[in-house]
């Protein structure tokens, strides 16, 4: 769980990015706000749920 902070800063700043790069090449002039709104919380769900399962701890049983 040390690292689950920046995985999901990470996926943040990979999703900004698209999205300033779809802003600037004019696809989301065409695009309404309500799917754009559903898009962002598609993707913020998404992160969070890939950061939680990459920061699953591992469980070891020992025998003995």
Same mark, same amino acid.
């Given at each position: 769980?040390?690292f689950i902070h920046?995985?999901?800063?990470?996926?943040?700043?990979?999703? +900004?990015? &698209?999205?300033?790069?779809?802003?600037?090449?004019?696809?989301? &002039?065409? +695009?309404?706000?309500?799917?754009?709104?559903?898009?962002?919380?598609? &993707?913020?769900?998404?992160?969070?749920?890939?950061?939680?399962?990459?920061?699953?701890?591992? +469980?070891?049983?020992?025998?003995?």
């Amino acid at each position: 769980m040390r690292f689950i902070h920046l995985y999901l800063i990470g996926y943040f700043v990979l999703v +900004v990015g &698209a999205v300033a790069a779809l802003y600037q090449s004019g696809v989301l &002039a065409h +695009v309404s706000g309500v799917w754009i709104g559903i898009g962002v919380l598609i &993707a913020l769900g998404l992160g969070i749920m890939l950061a939680v399962s990459a920061g699953k701890p591992t +469980v070891t049983e020992e025998k003995g």
